[in-house]
């Protein structure tokens, strides 16, 4: 079993990770024991005389409460587009294959043809 898994950082305030998940950006907290928030890793602060922390949000979705809502939307939003585009490559197909009807119509025809020229 991992640290991580034994010890587990619950999402909320009360953590730097938890602050950077439900932020969305870089978070710094000067004095972790100094911190209302901080509830998370108090003890460790006072075994390691670390008591500056940082963390950098990373580019991936967020478990945050907002983050679900967003790719909800996205994924509502590119369903759309996706939709459309089917509808316009439909619409090219029919015309693509009319005008091939139509070619091959000309072509089979008897009749005069322009004449091509070497």
Do not use: F, Y
Request: glycine letters at 6%; aromatic letters at 0%.
């Amino acid at each position: 079993m991992t640290l991580m898994a034994r010890h587990p950082i619950p999402p909320g305030r009360g953590s730097i990770a938890g602050r950077t998940v439900l932020e969305s950006k870089a978070v710094q907290v000067p004095d972790v024991l100094a911190d209302p928030e901080t509830s998370v890793r108090r003890r460790w602060a006072r075994c390691t005389s670390v008591r500056e922390m940082a963390t950098k949000a990373t580019a991936r979705p967020s478990n945050g409460p907002n983050s679900l809502v967003e790719l909800k939307k996205q994924l509502e939003e590119r369903t759309r587009e996706l939709a459309e585009a089917r509808g316009h490559l439909s619409e090219t197909l029919e015309q693509q294959s009319a005008t091939s009807e139509v070619l091959r119509v000309i072509s089979t025809s008897p009749g005069e043809r322009p004449a091509r020229n070497h």
